[in-house]
Nanobody, 126 residues
Framework: QVQLVESGGGLVQAGGSLRLSCAASGRGFSTYDMAWFRQAPGLEREFVAAISSPGDSTLHADSVKGRFTISRDNTKNTVYLQMNSLKPEDTAVYYC???????????????????WGQGTQVTVSS
């Protein structure tokens, strides 16, 4: 089992940048594929990005492609989300998710079974 704690959220102006971190505790972090999701008020949780367990493959939602980058450091048990050129519509609570059963390519549905973090708020002002 893995426990996840997100950090790095905050308030930023449109066009700015933030880097989110998700620190994992527990055994076997390097065997988990990881993903970021987000949920805005009144909307369903949506996929943002995913990364394979060794970090050699990534997948990004079309809405963030070219602006956000997912990465991981297995020596630090941490996955990151670098967010550039932020827009007001990126405002949401961002969640980190982990799965040992699902491959990165299938970690696009929020309804699948994951280990979840508690989330970190990102607010982008116009």
């Amino acid at each position: 089992q893995v426990q996840l704690v997100e950090s790095g959220g905050g308030l930023v102006q449109a066009g700015g940048s933030l880097r989110l971190s998700c620190a994992a505790s527990g055994r076997g972090f390097s065997t988990y594929d990881m993903a970021w999701f987000r949920q805005a008020p009144g909307l369903e949780r949506e996929f943002v990005a995913a990364i394979s367990s060794p970090g050699d493959s990534t997948l990004h939602a079309d809405s963030v492609k070219g602006r956000f980058t997912i990465s991981r450091d297995n020596t630090k048990n941490t996955v990151y989300l670098q967010m550039n050129s932020l827009k007001p519509e990126d405002t949401a609570v961002y969640y980190c998710a982990a799965s040992r059963q699902l491959s990165m390519a299938t970690m696009t549905k929020a309804g699948n079974s994951y280990y979840w973090g508690q989330g970190t708020q990102v607010t982008v002002s116009s």
